[in-house]
C-alpha cells in the first residue's frame, strides 16, 4: 500500500508545469507546420528574386560566395510594415511573445512550453532579441548558404504576411491559454495538502507527484568520530592490497 505525504511547494510547482505543458501539446505539430510552410514560401521567393539578377545564376552561388563576391546568408528574422492610426507604417519584426518584465515565473513557463519535445518544431523558427529578448521568427535557409540581397527581411506579399502575423497570434494565444491553466490547475493543487486529496480530486496530477526525498539518518557524533578515524588510519580513498 503506497503511502502518502504532504505535498510541497516545489512539488506543485512541477506538477503545474507538467499538466500545462501537456495541455498545451496539440498545437505545436500544428503551429510548426504553419513557420515550416513560411519559411518556405520565404526563402522561395528569396532564391527567386536573387536568380533575376544579371550575373548571379544559382549555378555559379557556391563559387561566388566563396571567392567573397557576394554576401552570403543562411537566416532572416524577417520584418512587416505596421500600420499605425494618424502615422505612416513602420518596420517591425514579427513578435511571436512578449517576454514580460518582472515576471518571471510566466516567463519561465514560454520556457517550459516551447522547450517541450511537441514544440522544437516551432522552436526552430524562433530567435531571442538582443535587446528586449522577447520571441521573434527567425527563418532557416533549407538549402544552406544563399546570396543576400538589400532589404530582403521586409515581407511584402500579403499572403505571406498574413501567414507570419496568423502564426505570432495563434502563438501567442497558446501561452496565454497555457498561462490562464496553470494558475487555475494551480488552485486545485493549493486545495490539497496531501498526496491522498490529490489523487482523489485531480487522479491525473497525482500520476506526477514527484516522490519526497527520504530523510537519511544522520549518524551520531560518536559514530562519525569513530567512522572518520577509521577513513584517517586507512587513508582515503583506502589503497586495496595487492594479492
Known amino acids: 500500500m503506497?503511502?502518502?505525504?504532504?505535498?510541497?511547494?516545489?512539488?506543485?510547482?512541477?506538477?503545474?508545469?507538467?499538466?500545462t505543458v501537456k495541455a498545451v501539446a496539440q498545437h505545436g505539430p500544428r503551429i510548426a507546420a504553419d513557420l515550416a510552410a513560411l519559411n518556405k514560401q520565404f526563402w522561395a521567393k528569396h532564391i527567386a528574386a536573387v536568380e533575376t539578377l544579371p550575373g548571379l545564376s544559382k549555378k555559379h552561388w557556391a563559387e561566388l560566395i566563396q571567392a567573397g563576391a557576394v554576401t552570403a546568408t543562411a537566416s532572416c528574422e524577417p520584418t512587416y510594415m505596421q500600420p499605425r492610426k494618424d502615422n505612416d507604417p513602420s518596420e517591425q519584426q514579427l513578435v511571436t511573445i512578449y517576454k514580460h518584465r518582472n515576471d518571471d515565473a510566466r516567463n519561465a513557463l514560454v520556457s517550459k512550453v516551447l522547450g517541450s519535445p511537441e514544440f522544437a518544431g516551432v522552436t526552430r523558427y524562433l530567435e531571442r532579441q538582443h535587446y528586449h529578448s522577447h520571441w521573434v521568427i527567425g527563418l532557416k535557409s533549407p538549402t544552406g548558404a544563399v546570396?543576400?540581397?538589400?532589404?530582403m527581411r521586409l515581407i511584402t506579399d500579403p499572403a505571406l504576411e498574413s501567414l507570419a502575423l496568423l502564426?505570432?497570434?495563434?502563438?501567442?494565444?497558446?501561452?496565454?491559454?497555457?498561462?490562464?491553466?496553470?494558475?487555475?490547475?494551480?488552485?486545485?493543487?493549493?486545495?490539497?495538502?496531501?498526496?491522498?486529496?490529490?489523487?482523489?480530486?485531480?487522479?491525473?496530477?497525482?500520476?506526477?507527484?514527484?516522490?519526497?526525498?527520504?530523510?537519511?539518518?544522520?549518524?551520531?557524533?560518536?559514530?562519525?568520530?569513530?567512522?572518520?578515524?577509521?577513513?584517517?588510519?586507512?587513508?582515503?580513498p583506502p589503497v586495496v592490497a595487492q594479492a
Do not use: W, Y
Open 147 to 151: 546570396p543576400r540581397l538589400n532589404n
Open 167 to 236: 502564426i505570432c497570434s495563434e502563438l501567442a494565444g497558446v501561452i496565454d491559454a497555457a498561462v490562464a491553466f496553470r494558475a487555475q490547475a494551480m488552485d486545485v493543487l493549493l486545495a490539497c495538502r496531501t498526496s491522498r486529496q490529490v489523487e482523489d480530486l485531480f487522479p491525473e496530477a497525482a500520476k506526477l507527484l514527484p516522490q519526497p526525498v527520504k530523510n537519511v539518518k544522520a549518524l551520531a557524533p560518536s559514530e562519525l568520530a569513530a567512522s572518520v578515524r577509521n577513513m584517517l588510519n586507512q587513508g582515503v
Open 2 to 19: 503506497q503511502k502518502h505525504f504532504t505535498i510541497t511547494k516545489a512539488m506543485r510547482d512541477e506538477v503545474a508545469d507538467q499538466l
